[in-house]
């Protein structure tokens, strides 16, 4: 047998973390890994003056540092990434002395858009390198997720927009919850930072079991101080991080919606609910029955068969008090031939497990995070919105006369409903971590 073949890529450790106390513990982070090995090299891009088209760029090691002011013509940190960050990890790349890239993100990056990017983002113009995306060069070793143990679940489960908060343009639609709650999905390992108050005991276990649903393979490690993170401690936990972690990998709306081996029982109120189906959703009566979703949930996200649209994937994704709606592409069967034999094999080979001979592969599932909502109600909620035995029999064998139903998703869907930029075309529509759906 031959030996498996070596990833010689520079490894990259990314640090998320949002404003406040978590970003304080990514930049100690940082500093200490920086500070620890000769090959080790930390990026950070200070987006705090990005409106002003201005972002200050800081690499530094054991033996250097260096510091630079660009300026971006547009200031949007999509031209950060494209027009520095992906060209940088190239470069770095590319040095000898260089063994490790610790990337440390301003809390305006996401560490999924970012790992997108660098696995997908053509860079062009590299001296010496063919053009290509700097995962050709560098490869995501770990996410490191910082949080703040007492506002994490507070701002995981408000409506407060970024702009709200003071940390983004007033044309940034993304809410904190959305980020909150991205960062730690998204994450290999997570650092939670503080002391839980007011309730002790009782409310640590209450996030832990949050933590524990979102991210069941994710190690944790609760830290008081980020005073305490040394290098050798930020290590140890590095290397808790199992082999089969998702490590950068963005996953599409096909993927298993359970990931690792989360807990299904109850704990300290903290419950994942399944809900499943192979009937549609009517689409006036699930737009009233999202309601349930708003309180007492951390997240909620799913693919969903719509009554009116018998042709695409619905795909729900929730943070808080905010919810999207938008189009995951087309159900398997409503495809051509042709685009059948181009959809991933391991999509094919789950739908044919459960292939029905009128409906093909449609169906309803969601996983829904509760935190202090009662999942039967929830549940109830979703059942009343499913279609009714009589209009089951008009979607087989009228569908003309389905497609004239009220659909309040017909141009997709954003909550709140007040808002004038609700409805938004699909491809404009994002997911709570940043990628079109």
Same mark, same amino acid.
């Given at each position: ?23 304080? &513990? ?5 500093? @200490?890994?920086? =500070? ?10 200070? #987006? ?28 949007? *940190? ?9 060209? #940088? #990890? ?63 679940? @507070?701002?995981?489960? &408000?409506?407060?927009? #970024?702009?709200?908060? /003071? ?28 002391? *839980? ?46 082999? =089969?972690?998702?490590? !950068? ?13 989360? +807990? ?9 609910? $399944? ?7 009517? +689409? ?41 709606? !938008? ?32 409906? /093909? ?14 999942? =039967?109600?929830?549940?109830? @909620? ?8 009589? $209009? ?17 998703? /017909? ?23 940043? $990628?079109?759906?």
């Amino acid at each position: 047998m031959l030996a498996p073949e070596i990833d010689r890529r520079t490894p990259v450790v990314v640090l998320a973390g949002f404003a406040g106390p978590a970003a304080v &513990g990514a930049g100690h982070a940082a500093t @200490a890994l920086g =500070n620890d090995a000769p090959g080790t090299v930390v990026v950070h891009h200070d #987006l705090g003056q990005l409106r002003e088209g201005i972002v200050h760029r800081t690499v530094r090691s054991a033996t250097y540092e260096t510091s630079d002011v660009l300026e971006l013509a547009h200031g949007c *940190v999509s031209c950060t990434l494209r027009i520095d960050l992906l060209p #940088l #990890l190239r470069t770095l790349a590319a040095r000898d002395s260089v063994q490790r890239i610790v990337l440390a993100l301003d809390p305006a990056f996401e560490a999924e858009a970012v790992c997108h990017a660098i696995e997908h983002v053509v860079v062009e113009g590299i001296l010496g390198r063919v053009d290509g995306p700097a995962g050709r060069d560098v490869r995501i070793e770990a996410v490191l997720t910082f949080l703040d143990a007492d506002a994490w679940l @507070a701002d995981a489960t &408000g409506e407060e927009t #970024l702009a709200e908060r /003071g940390l983004a343009k007033a044309d940034d639609e993304r809410t904190v919850a959305q980020v909150a709650v991205g960062q730690v999905e998204f994450a290999d390992a997570v650092i939670a930072l503080g002391a *839980v108050a007011p309730g002790g005991d009782v409310d640590r276990g209450r996030l832990g079991a949050v933590l524990t649903r979102l991210v069941p393979d994710a190690p944790v490690d609760w830290v008081d101080d980020p005073h305490l993170l040394t290098a050798a401690r930020i290590e140890a936990l590095l290397a808790k991080i199992p082999a =089969n972690s998702r490590r !950068g990998k963005v996953f599409d709306a096909h993927a298993p919606l359970l990931r690792g081996q989360p +807990p299904l029982s109850s704990d300290y109120g903290v419950t994942l609910l $399944e809900f499943a189906a192979s009937r549609p959703f009517h +689409p006036g009566r699930l737009h009233e029955a999202l309601d349930v979703l708003f309180d007492g949930v951390v997240t909620a996200r799913g693919r969903m068969w719509l009554a009116t649209q018998p042709e695409e994937v619905a795909w729900l994704e929730s943070a808080g008090g905010g919810l999207r709606v !938008g189009s995951a592409g087309r159900w398997l069967a409503a495809m051509s031939e042709t685009e059948l034999a181009q959809a991933d094999p391991d999509r094919r080979a789950m739908a044919a497990l459960r292939w029905d001979d009128q409906f /093909g592969d449609r169906d309803i599932s969601l996983v829904i995070l509760v935190h202090d909502a009662d999942p =039967n109600e929830i549940r109830e @909620a979703l059942h009343w919105a499913l279609v009714e035995d009589d $209009e089951l029999r008009l979607v087989e064998r009228a569908p003309e006369r389905v497609a004239l139903w009220e659909d309040p998703f /017909g141009a997709w869907h954003a909550d709140p409903c007040e808002s004038a930029d609700a409805a938004l075309p699909v491809e404009d529509v994002k997911s709570p971590r940043g $990628e079109a759906k």
